[in-house]
């Protein structure tokens, strides 16, 4: 069992930048491929980035490749995104999720999840 609680979320204008954190207790971090989902009241939730077991992979949806940057410190328990260049359509809730198996772009795949947090992206 794996209990993942993401912080960091917030208000934030165009163009500026926030670092989500996703902490992980019960079962060590690094058993699980992690990845991070967003949703927006009335619409299936969608993948973001995943990362590796050790961080040697990822992978990013296109609307966020060249602007977000997933990470993660196995010793901290702790996976990362972080988002620079935000845009009002990057507004959500944000998710962390643990795989065993396989770089998942699917939820589908995905054994557990955080609570989310809120990012909001407005003047």
């Known amino acids: 069992q794996v209990q993942l609680v993401e912080s960091g979320g917030g208000l934030v204008q165009p163009g500026g930048s926030l670092r989500l954190s996703c902490t992980a207790s019960g079962r060590t971090v690094s058993n699980y491929n992690m990845g991070w989902f967003r949703q927006v009241s009335g619409k299936e939730r969608e993948f973001v980035a995943v990362?590796?077991?050790?961080?040697?992979?990822?992978r990013y949806a296109d609307s966020v490749r060249g602007r977000f940057t997933v990470s993660r410190d196995n010793p901290k328990n702790t996976v990362y995104l972080q988002m620079n260049s935000l845009k009002p359509e990057d507004t959500a809730v944000y998710y962390c999720?643990?795989?065993?198996?396989?770089?998942?772009?699917?939820?589908?795949?995905?054994?557990?999840w955080g609570q989310g947090t809120q990012v909001t992206v407005s003047t």
């Open positions: 990362i590796s077991r050790y961080g040697r992979n990822t």
């Open positions: 999720a643990a795989v065993s198996s396989g770089i998942a772009t699917d939820r589908a795949g995905y054994e557990y």
